[in-house]
């Protein structure tokens, strides 16, 4: 193998959830492979009266579109291949997978834009116990979390101590009196919250 110039490759398969990353590691990979202007700009079909040379250059290019379409067909999972299997060429198949996660980036980003606001008025209601709320708070930063909202226990912590009900206002001032909100985690401010709201 010392003389061989090949090098073995081993890229993440396309999964639904990675797609910037894996297009970003795709494009390099067809670079080294020198496919990827036929990925992008696709190629042209000769007709029947084409010259030799014309012939040649098509063949050549077919050559390299079939192996950019092998390549993009063993970097995609399962249910990517399904919406790739029917396409012809590695433009084709290239540029629906690009269309695909283009609309699913921007679905992404209105719902985090609701989920977003949806945190800014979230409050605790007066009706609430400490558990609905927390189950509440829990459940809207999961789907946050979920749509790449990145989200640090601090934060969380200082949005509750926030809009608390004002039954809380004591306990409040007690943990920022005390505590250190950088490294208070929210499982003990819900342990010490359900605590007070018992008494």
Excluded at 187 to 196: D, G, P, R
Aim: glycine letters at 4%.
């Amino acid at each position: 193998m010392a003389g061989n110039n090949r090098f073995t490759m081993t890229l993440p398969p396309l999964n639904g959830k990675n797609y910037e990353r894996w297009q970003v590691h795709m494009k390099v990979f067809f670079r080294y492979q020198e496919v990827l202007d036929v990925v992008q700009d696709g190629f042209q079909t000769v007709g029947e009266d084409a010259i030799e040379a014309q012939r040649s250059l098509f063949r050549e290019c077919k050559k390299r579109d079939c192996k950019a379409l092998t390549m993009i067909h063993q970097c995609v999972d399962d249910s990517n291949f399904e919406k790739i299997a029917d396409f012809k060429t590695s433009k084709e198949a290239w540029d629906n997978l690009r269309r695909c996660y283009a609309r699913a980036e921007k679905v992404k980003n209105v719902k985090l834009q609701t989920l977003r606001r949806e945190y800014e008025l979230l409050h605790m209601k007066d009706e609430d116990t400490i558990v609905d709320y927390f189950t509440r708070l829990r459940s809207l930063t999961n789907y946050m979390k979920g749509c790449g909202e990145s989200m640090k226990d601090q934060l969380i912590v200082e949005k509750v101590l926030r809009t608390l009900n004002s039954k809380f206002n004591h306990v409040v001032f007690a943990i920022e009196e005390s505590k250190n909100l950088e490294d208070f985690k929210i499982e003990e401010l819900q342990s010490s919250l359900e605590a007070h709201d018992k008494e």
